[in-house]
């Protein structure tokens, strides 16, 4: 079994910053990439940003120079830092985790895609 636990959302004023938490745990083997996307009311889930095991980055324009991805691979752990916060990234962020399952002495030949139960950010204005 694989765990994805997020934290750190909460109410912040416009301008204001929040760091996001998503730790993965269990039958892991390997995690390659990992992610955040949100979900704003009666919209889509949309990507916010990727990081790659290897460090690449990827962003949502809307969001380049204002938030920060990045992981810890020791703890299985994927950051975002949220600076500058507008009204309009408010939602529910979600993290996934793209990996490898070991099982029973067995490391899966696929990888995997695991997701949290998201985390709330609300930025008043």
């Known amino acids: 079994q694989v765990q994805v636990v997020e934290s750190g959302g909460g109410l912040v004023q416009a301008g204001g910053s929040l760091r996001l938490s998503c730790a993965a745990s269990g039958s892991i083997f390997s995690i390659s990439a990992m992610g955040w996307y949100r979900q704003a009311p009666g919209k889509q889930r949309e990507l916010v940003a990727t990081?790659?095991?290897?460090?690449?980055?990827n962003y949502l324009d809307s969001v380049k120079g204002r938030f920060t991805i990045s992981r810890d691979n020791a703890k299985n752990t994927v950051y975002l830092q949220m600076n500058s916060l507008k009204p309009e990234d408010k939602g529910v962020y979600y993290c996934n985790t793209d990996l490898r399952i070991l099982r029973n002495g067995v490391v899966s030949s696929n990888e995997y895609r695991y997701w949290g139960q998201g985390t709330q950010v609300t930025v008043s204005s």
């Open positions: 990081i790659t095991s290897g460090g690449n980055t």
